[in-house]
């Protein structure tokens, strides 16, 4: 749906109250495929389906407010992936999008590797039975009990992330009688087009350590001195939600340029290059994300002429897509509770979830869509906000959306995309349950990670 300025007259119906007019969709029962999961399907009578199994059905079993995740859609992100960057490369997928035991299993069937930035995450993903040195480590500030529980578990890699935890992962290795593998993780000075609270590699931020001012070459000069540390490579993670490649080349380019001052300085070529996640997903049909070949293709191409022009060998790369991977493979099924139009204005829709269960609109002034997915409706279209139950007026999933004028209480409505950083930043506000993730495949459901209780609440209320 776009948003244009409206054209001169009285206001209409798809007019915000903003000023803009949005265009309705030719017809709202289409669910487009390219922010729907690969098995969201609506059949002829109107039920939409995913995984072979209709949603009301799913409602009835689950209830609502719930995330179901289309697991033949996730391994085929995963396989997709991995046959794009081939044996030359590795794909570590960022378990802060979304990360559950199941998740990890189907990781390690599907050939990729995790990337964690918690003790939690890491918990997770040793209790599925993921080899650690499969995982990667990451975060702008590990305690010192994280360091140890990395490095005693054995970790494929930590990226280190400041001077401090240079010294901290050494001192620890050697305590341990150890010898870390590491990158370390610089900030290019890329500007990436996304949210400022999902850039990371402009200056001005906590993430990594500057190109700029020879700080990452020093970082490089003190870990190649320590006994502890095995330096791999260098690391640059420069946002989320991205589309335009050209700050993926910039950012290889740079690293690309310290590789070779370090090979000047030292005589010594890092074999490793990683050059983050941030790939951006379709929220709305006007979202065009790249494929993970056109991805992998520009990614290797400019890291091989760039190296070539240095006179390096070409490192491993490796990249860590999180919200490219599980996002587009989840949607959140809500029940409609109160349908509210304000004359002039636009018509709020209030769901039995809200911001507890998705921050993003809230957070990153997010968009999303939305569909009436209990029935067919051959309505007219009208626009509206689909809003939750917290006590707050930013409490909003949907801003700006259309849905048929005849919704009412007891519909089904989904929201898709919303298999990344929804569940994992969940919160109880409101004392609210956070929502449960079911895996649909096939015909089946099963609950991957369940509905959390009121004695859950209570059990964390030692008072
Ligand atoms: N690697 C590193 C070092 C990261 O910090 C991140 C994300 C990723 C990979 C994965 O990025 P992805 O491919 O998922 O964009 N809560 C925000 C996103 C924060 C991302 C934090 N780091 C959101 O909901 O948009």
Redesign the pocket.
Known sequence: MSRSAHPAGPRHADVLPEGHYMAPPADLNVLDPKVWSRTVARAEDGTVSVGGIEVARLAEEFGTPAYFLDETDFRARCRAWREAFGTEADVFY?G??FLSRAIVRWLQEEGLNL?V?SAGELTTALAAGMPAERIAY?GNNKSPEEIERAVEAGVGRIVLDSFQEIARVAHTAERLGKRQRVQIRVTVGVEAHTHEF?A?AHEDQKFGIALAGGQAAEAVRRALKLDGLELIGIHS?IG??IFDMAGFEVSARRVVRLLAEVRDEHGVELPEIDL????GIAYTSDDDPREPHEIAKALSEIVTRECESAGLATPRISV?????IVGPTAFTLYRVGTVKPLEGLRTYVSVDGGMSDNI?TAL?DAEYTVALVSRRSDAEPILVRVVGKHCESGDIVVKDAFLPADLAPGDLIAVPATG??CRS?ASNYNHALRPPVVAVKDGEARVIVRRETEEDLLRLDVG
């Open positions: 960022a802060k999008a990337d930035c990451h999902i990371t993670h989320s939600q983050g996640g941030g790939l860590e897509p999180g919200r490219a993003r990153y990344a950083y930043m």
